[in-house]
């Protein structure tokens, strides 16, 4: 793990590993996260790349693989750490606790059939929720105003099957 200082290995460590994300290439994914984990392990955010490679892990090994890691990490010495692996530990008690992750730049208003989730003026922060939602058809409506260059919206819900992404086709309205 010795080598000079790149100043551009952090930055670009998260577009390396959306890229293989968007791939499917979830081992290899994970196999960077624990070289990262193990280059700055004298950081307490390297918990955060333990708990990522883990998260990898469950995709392709199921949740009973990497529990033991959540319930370590859980008590991480890093709260970020800590709170995503108590999250990701909630999210397999019951099927109809879902996690939704959204990163918004901009004004939002979040709602989930016609009841609000969240709202904000973001800079660029990532907020995660627990929700409990009941299995069938939903309805996802964004209110969404940029307010700086830059700006985005971007969604994850997770559930113990799977995710679902901003990413693709919306249907769009817009309302003066």
Known sequence: ?????DRFELP?????????????LWQDAATRCDFFAARYARY??????????????????GIESVRPIYEKL?????????QQAKDL???????????????MRGQYTLWLDGVEIASGNSRAKLDVRRLNIQPGEH????DFTPTMQ?????????????????????????VD
Not at 89 to 103: I, N, S, Y
């Open 1 to 5: 793990l010795k080598r000079p200082t």
């Open 12 to 24: 670009g460590l998260m577009a390396m590993l959306f890229t293989l994300e968007r791939e499917g």
């Open 44 to 61: 307490p955010w390297s918990d955060l790349l333990r708990l990522r490679a883990a998260a990898y892990r469950e995709k392709t090994q």
């Open 74 to 82: 859980s008590n991480s010495t890093y709260p970020p750490a800590a």
């Open 89 to 103: 530990l909630w999210l397999h008690e019951d099927e109809t606790h879902a996690l939704l992750g959204f990163h």
């Open 139 to 142: 309805t996802w409506e964004v």
């Open 150 to 174: 830059g700006s985005l919206a971007s969604l994850c819900l997770r559930t113990q099957w799977g995710d679902i992404t901003s990413a693709g086709e919306w249907q769009t309205v817009e």
